[in-house]
């Protein structure tokens, strides 16, 4: 059974920075292309970036020069770092996991503190 499990979300001040993981469990992780997604509220779920099983990396425009995706095999995770986060950034943010099907998290909500 396929598990992904997505972890550190929260509160940010505008401006600020922020790192998501997420794990892959069930198979062997290192096959599996990853991407983050995110949905703001009222919005259609988009891609952020994606990075496949050979660690080619993807970015949606509006976050190229501000989120960096990686990935570390060894340790069954994939990690978004995020800089200079804007209001626009406020979202659930979603991790995929794909091979031989499609698997997601539950999604770690990012917004701002006052």
């Known amino acids: 059974q396929v598990q992904v499990v997505e972890s550190g979300g929260g509160l940010v001040q505008p401006g600020g920075s922020l790192r998501l993981s997420c794990s892959a469990s069930g198979r062997i992780f290192s096959n599996y292309n990853m991407a983050w997604y995110r949905q703001a509220p009222g919005k259609q779920r988009e891609l952020v970036a994606s990075i496949n099983m050979n660690s080619r990396r993807n970015y949606a425009d509006y976050v190229k020069g501000r989120f960096t995706i990686s990935r570390d095999n060894a340790k069954n995770t994939m990690y978004l770092q995020m800089y200079s986060l804007k209001p626009e950034d406020i979202s659930i943010f979603y991790c995929?996991?794909?091979?031989?099907?499609?698997?997601w998290g539950q999604g770690p909500y990012v917004t701002f503190s006052s």
């Open positions: 995929n996991a794909s091979w031989v099907g499609d698997f």
